[in-house]
């Protein structure tokens, strides 16, 4: 009888979903974009594993826009025509390209290797964003597309021969990390171990394995999971984008306040460098909240826990005390600034006094130079 691992996986029905986020702007209103868009569109909802209470949702809730397009070769494996656009209230876009997975198990890590930093989706996915940007340009606030993209990966296999076991899997750990990595070189016993260490499962028929570079989903009706980890790979882009924001901020702030004072400063000179910091700091915390309060998980404990292993993977707590750092170290400069225009203004009122007691006194004495 041959063992776990000698026995010939097939896939019989799964998808792959290539998720591309890209930020477009400090906000979008979406009620505006859902009156441009003319292609049918539907508020994104996260199906949940078990009862949940109503108030677990996105707030508010993405537009989902589904655009017709051309079906794109990766490798043995072929794109469907419709493309699923997710537009976020926050600046956000994600493009989803789905690739229909059948045959050979093994196809599925030279797919994860074809679609790592693919090219001709990175670049038909921005062609989509910029055309999207230029449909809906007034109802984003300060419309740009930012450089950086962040992309990921979900294989989400709904049946197989022979059928999904635990230990169907046994001793194929080592090819599944290479998945999650889109490693081609064999991997270590300490990096398999790692990448696989991830894993979680609501049922005895489902289970998600959760990496950085992708996860693969084993069971039916894993729409809801991968919404969370599409929504996390999100919040990720979001977290570097803030995070070099806040950077150059933290510049511009240290700049400003080592700049030589001028002797005789221009009325309101202080108050437009401390104003600039302000805003700065306003955007960056306002962009975290937005970002970090649209999705409610507190009703599912199963998807909260898929949450927290995506962010564990993300890295995302370490982004977020790196940006909660930042936005008080840019407090602790607009206060610097603020006090230091306060006393500038105190030294010149003082100036203005001596300079006006002293024209009073050399006013009394002008009738006796008369004299």
Not at 279 to 302: C, I, M, P, S
Request: proline share 4%.
């Amino acid at each position: 009888m041959p063992t776990p691992l000698e026995t010939t996986v097939t896939v019989n029905k799964g998808t792959c979903y290539a998720i591309f986020a890209y930020d477009i702007g400090t906000s979008i209103a979406l009620d505006e974009v859902d009156r441009r868009i003319t292609a049918g569109t539907e508020r994104g909802r996260i199906r949940h594993k078990a009862r949940a209470p109503q108030y677990f949702n996105y707030h508010p809730a993405p537009l989902r826009l589904m655009q017709e397009g051309i079906s794109l070769t990766v490798g043995a494996y072929s794109s469907r025509p419709t493309v699923e656009v997710m537009v976020y209230d926050f600046g956000a876009v994600t493009i989803t390209y789905r690739l229909a997975l059948d045959g050979p198990f093994d196809g599925l890590l030279e797919l994860s290797n074809a679609l790592y930093e693919n090219e001709l989706l990175l670049k038909e996915s921005r062609t989509r964003v910029e055309q999207l940007v230029q449909a809906i340009h007034p109802a984003i606030e300060r419309p740009q597309i930012a450089p950086e993209v962040e992309d990921y990966l979900v294989f989400s296999i709904e049946s197989c021969t022979p059928p999904q076991t635990s230990l169907l899997w046994t001793g194929r750990e080592a090819d599944l990390a290479r998945i999650l990595r889109g490693e081609r070189t064999p991997l270590s016993e300490q990096e398999t171990r790692d990448a696989m260490s991830c894993r979680i499962s609501f049922g005895i028929q489902d289970t998600a394995l959760i990496d950085w570079h992708a996860a693969v989903l084993f069971g039916n009706d894993m729409d809801d999971v991968r919404a969370v980890l599409e929504f996390a790979n999100v919040e990720l882009l979001e977290m570097r984008m803030l995070d070099g924001q806040l950077d150059t901020a933290l510049d511009e702030g240290y700049e400003a306040l080592t700049r030589k004072l001028r002797l005789l400063p221009l009325p309101g000179s202080h108050d437009k460098d401390t104003t600039h910091i302000a805003r700065l700091q306003v955007d960056g915390a306002l962009l975290f909240e937005r970002v970090t309060n649209t999705l409610k998980l507190l009703g599912d404990q199963y998807l909260a826990r898929v949450y927290r292993l995506a962010s564990q993977r993300f890295h995302l707590e370490a982004w977020d005390a790196s940006i909660l750092r930042k936005l008080d170290t840019l407090d602790s400069i607009y206060g610097k600034m603020s006090d230091r225009a306060t006393t500038r203004r105190m030294e010149v009122l003082e100036w203005i006094i001596i300079v006006l007691i002293t024209i009073s006194i050399a006013v009394s004495f002008l009738p006796m130079a008369g004299h």
